[in-house]
């Protein structure tokens, strides 16, 4: 397992939710690798081309989200990994927005007022998303894809039809 790949925790959260083979395109590869590719994209903004092999054949990943993305599945997968970490408590909904404006003096802009802090030393790692709860981590992954996907959707409706 690499860094920023599935869990097992949050694979077995998300298994359940996923859509299964019509049976029509002969053999599905590993749902799990490909997740796994679909995330490291996403994550890095990597060409698809460019996927390291361990998420199996770029072409492949880019297919199943590129289906999941037209049909709807990545909104139906956050709206119920959500709708389960919400059934857990794991969910803070409450938010605060402060719609106060306080415009600077142009001269106050990018001044550097004390020095920047020191590097981390190279024996010390931190571990990574620490204080999140176990569903945090996945339905943060999965609003990334959703995201990129309703941005595709944009881009696509701007664009002149074309005929292939």
Not at 53 to 68: A, C, D, M, N, S
Not at 110 to 131: L, M
Request: glycine share 10%.
């Amino acid at each position: 397992m690499g860094r920023g790949d599935l869990t097992d925790a949050e694979w077995e959260r998300l298994r359940p939710f996923l859509p299964v083979s019509n049976g029509r395109c002969g053999r599905w590869r590993d749902r799990r690798q490909v997740i796994d590719g679909i995330l490291h994209r996403v994550r890095t903004g990597v060409q698809w081309r460019d996927l390291p092999e361990q998420f199996g054949p770029w072409k492949t990943v880019y297919e199943r989200h590129r289906l999941w993305s037209g049909d709807g599945t990545w909104e139906r997968l956050l709206q119920q990994v959500q709708a389960g970490a919400d059934a857990a408590s794991e969910i803070d909904w409450d938010i605060a927005v402060d719609s106060t404006i306080v415009r600077a003096h142009q001269h106050a802009a990018g001044a550097r007022t004390e020095p920047p802090p020191a590097p981390a030393s190279k024996g010390a790692e931190e571990v990574e998303h620490q204080d999140e709860t176990p569903w945090q981590s996945l339905v943060d992954r999965l609003v990334e894809v959703v995201l990129e996907v309703r941005a595709w959707g944009v881009r696509g409706a701007g664009s002149p039809a074309s005929s292939t």
